[in-house]
């Protein structure tokens, strides 16, 4: 079982709609975890750190259950500017570094 | 506001040449590294820094040297290109490893024919 896994996509949805993305992962100890965004043949940027008790930025919220270890992301209200890859990104509790996940693509279409 | 600086931006190599992929941070991180990101097998980390004087290996090392002079700086060596080295590099750094976020430097093409 891969340390971080994400749902590939593409999440094909019409501007406006709710999507939500999941991550799972693997190590139980696992610590630190962040969503980040890609856009295409640019650079990973922060999106938000998740907590424990989940939290809210905008129009993105980020929620972690340990209990079925994995994190989500939800966007509402989609703009077209959502379009990109999302990533997972979990400190596995080992040897402190942080492990991505290959990402989920999303597409909002007009 | 300049973060992770990376250079170059472009960069083609015949099989057996070498070079090094600069990566500077001007905002006093103690921790750096090297990923290189490849389709459908996401971000692989190659080598990592906590430290001026201190470097280790990640995920994938072999092939790429790398040293920690100063805190700001981080290069990336190719000792003997080989095409299974294409790809795009990232250079990223972050206040405490693992438990921060990381910063992203602009990325490196890399092409080696």
């Known amino acids: 079982r891969k340390e971080v896994e994400q749902d590939p996509g593409p999440f094909n949805v019409p501007e406006g709609a709710t999507v939500a993305f999941n991550c799972t992962y693997s190590?139980?100890?696992?610590?630190?975890f962040f969503w980040y965004r890609q856009d295409c043949r640019k650079e990973p940027k922060l999106l938000m750190s998740?907590?424990?008790s989940g939290n809210e930025d905008g129009r993105f919220t980020a929620q972690l259950n340990r209990a079925s270890q994995y994190i989500s992301l939800l966007i509402r209200d989609s703009k077209l500017s959502d379009s990109a890859t999302y990533l997972c990104?979990?400190?596995?509790?080992?040897?402190?570094?942080?492990?991505f996940g290959t990402g989920t693509r999303l597409q909002v279409t007009l | 506001n300049a973060g992770v600086t990376q250079t170059p931006k472009f960069q083609v190599l015949k099989t057996g040449q070498s070079m090094t992929l600069q990566c500077a941070q001007d905002?006093?991180?103690?921790?750096m590294s090297w990923y290189r990101q490849d389709p459908g097998m996401g971000l692989r980390l190659i080598h990592y820094?906590?430290?001026?004087?201190?470097?280790d290996q990640g995920e994938v090392p072999n092939g790429y040297n790398v040293s920690r002079s100063t805190t700001e700086d981080f290069p990336l060596r190719l000792l003997s290109a080989a095409p299974s080295q294409t790809s795009v590099y990232f250079c990223?750094?972050?206040?405490?490893?693992?438990?921060?976020?990381?910063?992203f430097g602009n990325g490196t093409r890399l092409t080696v024919t």
């Open positions: 820094s906590v430290g001026a004087g201190i470097t």
């Open positions: 998740v907590y424990s």
């Open positions: 190590n139980s100890a696992s610590q630190s």
């Open positions: 905002m006093n991180h103690e921790y």
């Open positions: 990223a750094s972050s206040y405490e490893q693992g438990t921060s976020p990381l910063h």
């Open positions: 990104v979990v400190n596995p509790g080992t040897a402190s570094k942080l492990t």
